[in-house]
């Protein structure tokens, strides 16, 4: 398993931009697929976005396909959440996971991730 820890939340006005971060610790970093979810009060926890391990294939929510971007750093140990075009429906915990499946049907649900972080507040202000 992978240690997790995000960061980058905060509050944003709507149209805004923020980045997520997320730094693994160990040495199988690159050999994980990552993924972000997020989880609004009161609502399941719902997938984002996810990578492969060598950042060759990415997968979206279709309520952020075009707004977000997902990359990987795997020199640094660390995966990314580009959100730009925010809105206030974005408002949530953001959770970012590491996976040792490679399969999209797979990393669109959050019990196939072993590894989680502790989770970053993003806020979006109308």
């Known amino acids: 398993q992978v240690q997790l820890v995000e960061s980058g939340g905060g509050l944003v006005q709507a149209g805004g931009s923020l980045r997520l971060s997320c730094a693994a610790s160990g040495r199988t970093f690159s050999t994980y697929s990552m993924g972000w979810f997020r989880q609004a009060p009161g609502k399941e926890r719902e997938f984002v976005a996810a990578?492969?391990?060598?950042?060759?294939?990415?997968y979206y929510a279709d309520s952020v396909k075009g707004r977000f971007t997902i990359s990987r750093d795997n020199a640094k140990n660390t995966v990314y959440l580009q959100m730009n075009s925010l809105k206030p429906e974005d408002t949530a915990v953001y959770y970012c996971?590491?996976?040792?499946?490679?399969?999209?049907?797979?990393?669109?649900?959050?019990?196939?991730?072993?590894?989680w972080g502790q989770g970053t507040q993003v806020t979006v202000s109308s």
């Open positions: 990578i492969r391990w060598n950042g060759g294939n990415t």
């Open positions: 996971a590491a996976s040792v499946s490679p399969f999209q049907r797979e990393l669109l649900l959050p019990t196939h991730f072993g590894s």
